[in-house]
């Protein structure tokens, strides 16, 4: 311990009160920063995971046709023709997916591909008719490019499996219809009417997948789009997610198909999130900022206070640096049991929060609040309380520095 | 010249203005003196001549406006800062004429203070010494009491063993006997004297008393800012 470190310590137990105001501005502020930053990353991440397994990381859909300014501009597959968009047209629907899917199973990072036929329809039940969507889908393929098979609340994905002209159904538009697994109902296209019955029930969370999608296996979804062939859209998974913008950038290019990775098609969503989650990280460090003041004013205090014990100081030896050091170590201490309890309290109050049954519904449906566990915002927290606090000693420990021996003394003694 | 004792401390044609503006005053008007290692000086004169403002100025607190000042031969007046400061660690033990005293510390923090920031004693030297020094101010009993425990007297008694810490070159006292009774005040005479002898240390004083002041190698009377 240095013999600095030892005159802070002694110049701050003199003066715990003082320093209390700017201490528990530093917990609140750190412990409230971890807190929302843990909930609003932990939603952000259910977000995306969510996407993430219903949509994929990758949809490949759209033929890309070169017009001929873009062929002009730099010739097809070129590389810089992707991004000029205004160049290209694209044509609805994939022909061949076979082919294409082996030609995206090629990428490196691509861990699954299923083929996916959609088309709005209007479902009947005995209770009440609803407009939603149809997917025709191979299970086993889709099951490994989406968490499907885990978000099964009701009935099973066995059943659909095996059961002829089975389906699954979101939570929402289930409810809605009033339908549960074993039940019947009906889809009626032109003068056609088919039966289906309710496999299972699933619930992804997302608002807008549950109520509408309805899963029906890719012969029946043939049977009934009238679509012997082809593709709405590839869904592809990706080992790594964070790679999805360059493997997808590459696809456009190689495939000849317009691919869309998930942070682009979210873009508004993911934009709201992360606004939300800068809008409190600036309101939560206003703490933050209270404590830099507080511990300005408590230091500058101390300063006045003890201009005599500084006089002494430096009659003794003890040089400007010695002097500032010790204001500096003050507000360290100060700073250091601060953030070490707004760290623990941050994580108390996050682990309250995950454990506390919070039903919530809207955009998602969850029963307890979201969290996320990083240390980054621990050490977000801690960086951005170390910064503003030692900046607002800065300015007294410094004045304490330039302070005069002979001044002092004169000004004290005489 | 062998048996010459040493200069401790010389100054030369020193000059302090002190105050703003019309509040300004010529406080010293060129004082001239020598310290030997070894003696022991008296600076005595009226209330308000300067004695504290010279002590202030010799022990490198505070820079003159004119004149210059040798610690231990080396010029010291307006020279740099840093090496002003080390010099007071060094050379320069200063006993305030208010007993100045750290008082969240103990007395044996207090005497140890300066050898923390000299660091050139181990730890346990530093204790052996302190106790030593305090327990030759009559306060071998009271080391681990807090300044803030202690009379007047006892926080004087402090100062000047603590002025005597790092074994300094020259030891200035502004009244070190002023808030004693006349035991203490003989104890703590007795002791700057007998240590600076020893330790071949020069020591100024500031007094008022007459009996300390005759007791002192030499005299300097003090009226209106120079010697008389
Ligand atoms: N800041 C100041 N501005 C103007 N004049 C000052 C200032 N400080 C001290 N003085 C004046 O300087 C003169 C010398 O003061 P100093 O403290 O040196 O006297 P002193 O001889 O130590 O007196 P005492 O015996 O009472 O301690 C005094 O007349 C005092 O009024
Ligand atoms: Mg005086």
Known sequence: MSQNFRIALRFLTAKKRAMLMSLSCIILGVGLFIVTQAATTGFQEFFIKTILGTNGAILIQDKVQATMRSIASGGYNSGYEIRQKEGQKYIEGIDYPEILTGGVKAFRNVSGVSAVLRETVTIHSSFREQTGQAYGILLADHLRVSSLGSQIVAGSIEDFRVQQAGALVGRVIADKLQLDPGDTFEIVDKNDVHHYRVSAIYQTGVNDIDSVRVYLKMDDARALFKKPTGATYLQVSLIERDRAREDAAEMTNSLGYRADAWQDREKSWLGVFKAFRVATAITVSVFTLIAGLAMFNTLAMIVLEKTKEIAILRSMGYTREDISTIFLWQAAIVLAIGTLVGCALGGIITYAVSQYPMPITGIFTSHKFLVQWSKWHYIEAVIISVLTVMVASLMPSRRAARLEPGDIIRGTAQ | ?228
Not at chain 2, 52 to 72: C, E, F, M, V
Not at chain 2, 123 to 135: K, N
């Open chain 2, 1 to 228: 010249m062998a048996d010459q004792p040493k200069i401790a401390m010389r100054c030369e044609g020193l000059q302090r203005y002190l105050g703003q503006d019309e509040g300004r005053v010529h406080v010293l008007k060129g004082v001239t003196f020598e310290a030997h290692a070894g003696h022991v000086y008296a600076i005595v004169g009226p209330s308000g001549c300067g004695k504290s403002t010279l002590l202030y100025l010799l022990g490198l607190l505070d820079q003159p406006d004119a004149g210059k000042i040798w610690i231990n031969g080396q010029l010291m007046s307006n020279s740099l800062d840093a090496v002003r400061t080390a010099a007071r660690g060094e050379h320069i033990g200063f006993v305030f004429q208010f007993h100045f005293l750290m008082l969240e510390f103990t007395c044996i923090e207090n005497v140890m203070m300066p050898m923390k920031k000299l660091g050139r004693l181990t730890p346990l030297q530093m204790v052996e010494r302190a106790t030593r020094l305090l327990d030759s101010v009559g306060l071998g009993d009271k080391v681990h009491r807090l300044g803030t425990h202690l009379s007047g007297g006892e926080q004087q008694r402090v100062a000047v063993a603590r002025a005597m810490a790092n074994q300094p070159t020259i030891i200035l006292a502004d009244e070190p006997t002023g808030n004693l009774d006349v035991k203490n005040a003989s104890l703590v005479f007795d002791l700057l004297t007998s240590l600076a002898k020893d330790n071949g240390q020069a020591v100024v004083l500031v007094t008022h008393n007459p009996d300390i002041a005759h007791r002192c190698d030499f005299t300097r009377p003090m009226r209106d800012g120079v010697f008389v």
